[in-house]
């Protein structure tokens, strides 16, 4: 939604399987952050996945924007 480009080009490909799930991830300045995860493959490129990966919540997403 961020990006017209982006939406643009997601709507020219299938996706053919999405994968979700989460991780954690230690960090030693700001500590425990979590992560959700999506990953999807397209019909039209079988070897090519997009992996996503999103603060679960508002708290992680801060704590990510402290080590930028």
């Not at 996503?52 to 402290?66: E, F, L, N, S």
């Amino acid at each position: 939604m961020e990006s017209d480009r982006f939406c643009e080009w997601w709507s020219c490909y299938t996706v053919e399987q999405a994968l979700t799930g989460k991780i954690t991830v230690r960090h030693p300045d700001v500590g425990i952050i979590h992560i959700d995860v999506i990953e999807t493959k397209f019909s039209a490129h079988p070897g090519l996945t997009m992996s996503v990966h999103v603060p679960a919540r508002p708290a992680d997403r801060d704590k990510i924007a402290r080590l930028v």
